[in-house]
């Protein structure tokens, strides 16, 4: 059990010893010195789990090496739950930071495969819990998204080398876990709407993944991976609020299933022929008169700018400077990604976080770029 200690790996744990469990082995790098993880020990202990806790880090093969050491008789699953976060844009992420998102997933993962070597004949699973974000990306999480992405291909690796590798691509997780101790994270996630996992949702998740041995002709290899937190019940939620609810992933061919159950073309207008947004192609059209092309862009971004912050498109003033509403670097990296995709205009990212800039003067320089490529 790597990173069970705590978060996700608590309810897991416990979820196990009520369907038999009774041996567990933990890898943890501050062992029980935190006091949820003592408690966990000791509840599992009430319960009458056998459990052995192994103070190391997964990225150290010796100290995984010295964890299977410790199981004795046949090891029959595994959970890879190893994390680690250091946010920032790719263009500014340090080598430290890199490696801190990706170490504990990928280092960690084959160190585990490594040091099973002549002990996976009793193996009925090697879980691995990825993320979302593997699959759709996250602006400033780029080492983490990464990392899950490994996880995604490395269970078919297992899989191929005749182990029960599985990677679960999980969503928000609303009652437990890394997501519920950062609201801020989780607030950004739900104004893209996603879906949240309850607890409960999470466990019968897991559990069916394990149980599923099924494979499809198309792809014998489909079932190593399992994707959450694309469900596109968030999004019309927020349709229903009265925001747009836009999800560029749902743009993406391979959810057009999931696009199908919206009833909405929020997304779908944001482009046209020409790369451009439809609103403004219109404006270009009608006319030269350049107050209404940049009422037009201020417009859009205003459009834009309420569904990020969930506000409503008559409470937002776009002569206020963004920082007076609550802009922070994770809204900053969405919105800059939005203009480009909307416009083809880099926003630099210190401009999006400055004091100064409003929504008005971003329509500005949107302008600019936009009337100049016209000529």
Known sequence: MIGCLG????????????????KFVFVGRTGTDRKPAHQLVEDLEAEGADITVIRGDVGVLADVQRAVAAIKGPIGGVIQAAMGLNEALWTTMSVD???TGIDPKLIGSWNLYNALEGRTDDLDFFLMTSSVSGSVGTATEGNYCAANYFLDIFARFLRSKGLPGISIGLGMISEVGYLHE????????????????????????????????DSTPYDTMASCHVLT????????????AGFSGTNPTLNDPRASVLAAVLDSDSDRDLKNGSGMP????AALENGNEELSILEAIVQLIVKRFSNLVLQQVDKIDPAKALSTFGMDSMLAAEFRTWFYQAFKVDVPFLTLLSQETTLHSLGGLVHAVVTESQN
């Open 7 to 22: 978060g996700l790996g608590r309810s897991i744990s416990k979820w196990m010893v009520k369907r038999g469990a009774r």
């Open 97 to 99: 930071y890199w490696h």
């Open 182 to 213: 950062n609201p801020e994270i989780e607030a950004l996630l739900l104004r893209k709407g996603i879906q949240a996992i309850n607890e409960d949702e999470l466990l019968q998740i897991i559990d069916i993944t394990i149980c599923n041995k």
């Open 229 to 240: 937190g694309l469900e596109p019940l968030g999004l019309k939620n927020l349709q229903k």
């Open 278 to 281: 439809a609103e403004l192609a």
